[in-house]
């Protein structure tokens, strides 16, 4: 297996434009996470998907911010409109429930807004 | 008080010796996973405790969890172990994972 995949691995954006990152989870792996890592608070969960399906959104900053997995084996984060603060390494993982959860990570996506 | 610390911050060590990186935490958990990051930003996952001991090469990880306490050592330290080390616990109640701020650990040849 390939393991997850993201992309883009880097993604230089001006304020104010629309960025949307992507990515495709391990086959057969039901949960899939979000994550956001900065300099000032590590790694933050944003969201997290269990058979397609939003569980938990309470990590999502604010209303720019949206997720959504239309099938089992894609997912998109998209922030409109980007602002500096949003530049931060964004990861996808995912998982299955039962096998102990040990999660994999994707690369990330290096987010760079100026 | 941050539902998941780790210790030391910051550790440099020789090559060849014993290295410790404690976790504790204050939530009940389900499971508590030990995460390396290398410089150039991939995450890998060691190891995912939910009671005893687990070893791994020259890598062992213990877990108490009636002290919600975990350790990671590391055996014959050697420079390519140089990485950020990173606690994580799930709760009982979900899925997710609460991430610890990560041990800096640098190994001198």
């Known amino acids: 297996d390939a393991g997850v995949i993201q992309s883009p691995r880097h993604e230089v954006t001006e304020m104010g434009q629309e960025v949307t990152l992507r990515c495709k989870p391990i086959s057969g792996h039901d949960y899939l996470f979000w994550y956001r890592q900065t300099m000032m608070r590590g790694l933050e969960l944003l969201i997290y998907f269990n058979n397609n399906v939003p569980i938990d959104d309470s990590g999502m900053p604010e209303d720019r911010f949206s997720a959504k997995m239309p099938n089992a084996s894609f997912s998109t984060l998209k922030i409109q409109p980007s602002e500096p603060r949003d530049s931060a390494v964004y990861f996808c993982a995912s998982n299955i429930r039962g096998a102990q959860g040990e999660q994999f990570f994707g690369p990330g996506t290096r987010l760079t807004v100026l | 008080k941050n539902e998941v610390e780790q210790s030391p911050q910051n550790l440099t060590a020789q090559e060849g010796e014993f290295i410790t990186i404690n976790c504790s935490y204050s939530v009940g958990i389900s499971a508590l996973h030990w995460l390396q990051q290398h410089p150039g930003g991939g995450i890998v996952s060691l190891f995912m405790?939910?009671?005893g001991k687990k070893k791994h090469g020259r890598l062992i990880a213990t877990i108490n969890i009636q002290e919600k306490h975990s350790s990671l050592h590391i055996t014959a330290s050697h420079p390519r172990d140089s990485a950020v080390y990173i606690c994580?616990?799930?709760?009982?109640?979900?899925?997710?994972?609460?991430f610890g701020p990560g041990t800096r650990l640098s190994v001198l040849p």
């Open positions: 994580a616990v799930r709760s009982n109640y979900g899925q997710n994972f609460v």
């Open positions: 405790l939910s009671s």
